[in-house]
């Protein structure tokens, strides 16, 4: 990206050292090296040092030190000051995504990628991301056509290369275990787009939606492919068909309580697939399940009490959150209060508050199963956000290949997003930070570029430091 500075220049500053020449350093600009002499006075506003820079000039490889013309300082007006912080912080977590884009989608690679960056740091419609991208550093020197048409015919041609699509996804997923079903309704109102099917939902009735299907990593819930489904489809016949596209045997199906049937566990089985299925709360199989109470583990400083045994086949799995008991025990008491339940009724609802049971054809421990269920719930919650801009942008979506391509965008602003969430967690600070908190902090760093073409970084210190306890190393500015 032109930001890190070169051997000769490393060199040429430890010989101005060597000389007695203190405080200089070094910042890169486009590949050009620019000399300041850094100092520090005392901030009465933060009763601390702040940092003080005066450009010097420039530094080339033959000429060695240029220094600046007299008229520097008039020369040297601000342009523009934008920020570079958060798409640094989003394009390292994307790795060699945009290198697959490019490869698989070199026509829209660009387009596609700009339209992901900005959609992890706010979910913009599409008639507001040409405004929202001028405010961002082009830090990979990208020339997107972002207009609400444009980004349009883009999510169009896109939709029409599933093919593409599947060759990034083979590209990112090496080691996909966990399927992730994700039933957030995304609806759509457009008449050619024919995957959404009306069907009763509990919010919205006889609401045309259309289903996800989202594979992720288990270590990590980083997802590595999405699939649309019509809205009215449940059967788990098509979920199966869609891993065997992937080729893979070892996919485990994490659903939701809408999934659990007799048959549906019958046709996974068939298929050789393992899974992990919550049932409804006036579920039988309560009946022959009991939490135990000094059986219990922590999950994010809430204790989860639990209780494992193998029936009938399967293995079962009951959860009881004594955190959510206590919320859910608060609301039913004021239901009855207000004489919106019986007695009998509040009576019901108390004995299995706060608890979760689930069925699955694995072994493993109660906290491993509660944990995997989590990160698939975590991956719908995240996905629920960007559903607001996928319903926003429906007068985009005129057919089936416009949706296509309008949640593999989304697909690829949630990979980053993850491998963000993965790298918090990674340096032991998930309690601390979430993915949002993060590029909040990032969004602090700005690049303010002169009339000469010289661009100054101003970056926080606390930043600085965030940024080394993730370990990505994004400002490798060279201090004295």
Request: proline share 4%; charged share 30%; glycine share 6%.
């Amino acid at each position: 990206m032109g930001f890190t500075v070169e051997p000769w220049a490393k060199e040429w500053l430890k010989e101005q050292r060597k000389e007695g020449t203190k405080c200089l350093e070094i910042k890169v600009s486009n590949g050009n090296h620019y000399v300041y002499r850094s100092t520090s006075k005392y901030d009465p506003d933060t009763k601390g040092p702040k940092k003080v820079s005066e450009y010097l000039g420039s530094l080339d490889p033959e000429k060695g030190f240029v220094p600046k013309e007299k008229d520097a300082r008039r020369r040297e007006r601000t342009v523009s000051i934008r920020e570079t912080g958060t798409v640094r912080l989003l394009d390292a977590c994307a790795g060699e995504l945009i290198h697959s884009l490019k490869r698989r989608f070199p026509e829209n690679y660009d387009q596609l990628y700009a339209l992901a960056l900005m959609r992890c740091m706010n979910p913009t419609p599409l008639k507001r991301a040409s405004s929202y991208w001028e405010k961002f550093d082009n830090i990979r020197h990208l020339r997107p056509a972002m207009s609400p048409k444009s980004l349009s015919q883009m999510l169009e041609d896109v939709g029409l290369e599933r093919y593409a699509q599947d060759l990034v996804f083979n590209d990112i997923g090496t080691d996909c275990r966990e399927v992730a079903i994700d039933l957030s309704e995304f609806f759509s109102a457009s008449d050619g787009v024919s995957f959404a099917e009306k069907v009763y939902n509990a919010d919205r009735d006889d609401s045309p939606q259309i289903n996800i299907m989202m594979i992720c990593t288990q270590d990590s819930g980083i997802p590595v492919m999405i699939r649309m489904m019509p809205g009215s489809v449940r059967d788990v016949k098509t979920i199966c068909s869609t891993v065997k596209e992937m080729g893979r045997r070892d996919i485990i199906m994490v659903g939701d309580r809408g999934f659990y049937s007799e048959e549906n566990l019958k046709v996974l089985e068939e298929n050789g697939m393992k899974f992990i299925i919550p049932v409804k709360r006036n579920s039988s199989l309560y009946n022959v399940t009991n939490v135990n109470e000094y059986d219990f583990f922590e999950y994010r400083e809430r204790l989860i009490r639990f209780g494992k045994i193998y029936h009938d086949g399967y293995w079962l799995y009951r959860f009881r959150d004594e955190s959510m008991r206590a919320g859910e025990e608060r609301t039913v008491f004021m239901k009855y209060k207000e004489g919106k339940l019986t007695k009998e009724n509040a009576e019901e609802k108390k004995e299995r508050m706060g608890q979760m049971l689930m069925v699955s054809n694995i072994d493993m421990t109660a906290e491993e199963a509660y944990l995997m269920y989590k990160r698939r719930d975590s991956v719908e919650k995240r996905f629920s956000t960007f559903r607001t801009t996928l319903e926003a942008d429906a007068c985009w979506l005129r057919d089936n290949v416009s949706v296509f391509g309008h949640v593999f965008v989304t697909f690829l602003s949630m990979y980053m997003i993850a491998h963000l969430e993965d790298r918090i967690r990674n340096a032991g600070l998930l309690s601390k930070y979430s993915p949002e908190d993060v590029m909040i902090e990032y969004s602090k760093a700005y690049a303010v570029e002169r009339e000469t073409g010289v661009v100054d970084y101003e970056i926080p210190k606390k930043l600085e430091e965030l940024d080394k306890k993730l370990r990505l190393n994004i400002f490798p500015i060279l201090r004295s």
